[in-house]
């Protein structure tokens, strides 16, 4: 099979220009990145496929026994099962999705739990000001400033163009926080805590920008010292 021939057997690949938002139906939120006169961000390229990187590699999730919890600074702290968590009030939101190692994908579908839906059930105290998602790939973790988290577009999505998310781009169930770099948008989520003080993840120990927006100064903000 010719290398051309293998990409278009992905079911990832996209073949033509990515849709306007005017033209999404299947979609109940709009993200604002995508109504920009230009979607890709300082120093992206467009990527067709959808590329697969980790620090880890995808760990094995046992769905009969995967729950998602809350905790820190809320008045109800939640633990749910993924029968439980699927059932809870979904969206489908249209977003645009950068990678800090420099592409960009876009034109997704994300289908899943608002993050405010699970804010509101929880009951976020007024201290709280970063979130720190956690994960089941080897202690993973990455954080978030609470107005990011709490965007309309950002959510905990278990579908992604229709489909089921495939394990290795982070299924059962992964946060996607569409206005920050896709290393925020953990894969293999299992919960979150709500915290007063920042504090860095994974990605962010290691010199990655504690907030990490693509369209931040210059070439965004990739790093600490960017």
Same mark, same amino acid.
């Given at each position: ?23 999404? +139906? !299947? ?8 109504? #920009?006169? *230009? ?5 992206? &390229? @467009? ?47 249209? +977003? !645009? ?8 994908? #876009?034109? *997704? ?5 608002? &993050? @405010? ?110």
């Amino acid at each position: 099979m010719s290398f051309l021939g293998s990409l278009f057997k992905d079911p990832k690949y996209q073949p033509g220009d990515p849709r306007k938002p005017e033209e999404i +139906a !299947d979609a109940d939120i709009i993200s604002p990145n995508t109504q #920009l006169p *230009n979607r890709i961000p300082p120093g992206q &390229t @467009r990527t067709r496929k959808w590329p697969v990187l980790d620090a880890h590699g995808t760990p094995e999730i046992d769905l009969a026994t995967w729950s998602f919890e809350v905790d820190g600074l809320v008045e109800h702290p939640q633990k749910w099962s993924l029968d439980e968590f699927m059932q809870l009030p979904a969206v489908k939101v249209y +977003a !645009d999705f950068h990678c800090v190692t420099r592409w960009s994908r #876009l034109d *997704n579908v994300w289908g899943g739990v608002p &993050t @405010r839906e699970v804010a509101k059930i929880v009951g976020i105290k007024p201290e709280a000001r970063f979130v720190l998602a956690l994960a089941y790939d080897s202690g993973w973790s990455t954080n978030v400033p609470i107005e990011y988290f709490l965007n309309e577009d950002s959510l905990f999505a278990w579908s992604h163009d229709g489909g089921p998310i495939p394990p290795e781009h982070g299924g059962p169930v992964r946060l996607i926080i569409p206005q920050l770099y896709a290393w925020k948008s953990a894969k293999w989520v299992k919960g979150v805590r709500f915290l007063e003080q920042d504090q860095a993840g994974y990605w962010e120990e290691g010199g990655y920008h504690m907030r990490g927006n693509p369209w931040g100064p210059g070439d965004g903000e990739r790093f600490r010292w960017s």
